[in-house]
């Protein structure tokens, strides 16, 4: 196949439906679940609302439209480095700056469903990634690596979604190594299937939330509460994750997109 016609045949194919949209995206509402950051952190994001506007009503007789209370960093959302401080010098590093060539590239799904389903605490370090590779081939530039844990199966209750107790939430996520290694093969970005990038204990770690600290700090992204990654093949999808152009924001809502040949 030239060059010149690979547009096409992507686009044929989109067609007939032999390459298939996955959405890995939950679904955005007043049920959504809310990161509670502990209470030294004042501050949490507010729930989802959808305030009517009108309904083909007096308010509005032929049309329905809605306005809303929305988070950057609530349900299926975009990291960009700017949230972090590590990232905060980054010119390119807001929603309305960042590079948007990075953002549909090769995804990498490494499961971890069975492991993080026998303890929530489950940390993917560099040797599980590195024989993720041996099995499946290697991770390169440019790619987002996704951790598949099923945790979307919990996404219905904010509970069962954090996973907390007395100890705090208990959800699981990369260790500093396996980011470490990740980054330097110059990932795109990292994506969770939890509340946010780091595992429910990540503020523990060290350097605290390894993720946004690591991630950021290269100027990279973080996914998180991505859904239905068990719908993906372990390589060969590509994912678009596109934030919304908000000025000099931190995150955004996306609509996480995976194309996969069937
Ligand atoms: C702010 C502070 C800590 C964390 C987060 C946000 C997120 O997880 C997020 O949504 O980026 S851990
Ligand atoms: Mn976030």
């Known amino acids: 196949m030239t060059s010149s016609n690979l547009l096409e045949n992507l686009g044929l194919k989109l067609l007939t439906g032999e390459i298939e949209i996955v959405d890995c995206t939950a679904i955005l509402g007043p049920d959504t679940p809310i990161l509670q950051l502990p209470p030294d952190f004042a501050k949490n994001t507010p729930k989802v609302e959808i305030h009517k506007i009108s309904e ?3 308010d509005g007789p032929f049309f329905a439209w809605n306005w809303m209370v929305l988070g950057e960093h609530t349900g299926t959302h975009f990291d960009a480095p700017h949230h972090w401080i590590t990232g905060k010098d980054f010119e390119d590093g807001y929603t309305d700056t960042l590079s948007i060539q990075r953002l549909i590239a090769p995804v990498n799904v490494i499961d971890c469903s069975e492991a993080s389903n026998d303890n929530p605490d489950f940390l993917l370090t560099s040797d599980f990634v590195k024989s993720w590779e041996e ?3 290697s991770i390169n530039k440019g790619e987002w690596v996704l951790m598949r844990t099923d945790w979307d199966k919990r996404a219905h209750n904010q509970d069962l979604f954090l996973n907390a107790n007395e100890t705090g939430p208990h959800s699981p996520g ?18 969770s299937q939890c509340i946010g990038t780091d595992a429910g204990q990540a503020g523990g770690m060290n350097p605290p939330f390894p993720a946004h600290n690591l991630l950021h700090k290269n100027n990279c992204f973080g996914l998180a509460s991505l859904a239905n990654l068990d719908k993906l093949p372990p390589k060969g999808a590509i994912l678009i994750a596109a934030p919304l152009k908000i000025e000099r924001g931190t995150g955004s809502p996306i609509r996480a997109l995976a194309l996969v040949q069937k």
């Open 56 to 58: 083909y009503d007096q």
């Open 135 to 137: 099995a499946n081939g």
């Open 174 to 191: 990369p260790t500093v190594d396996c980011l470490e290694y990740l980054l330097s093969k110059e990932i795109v970005g990292w994506g």
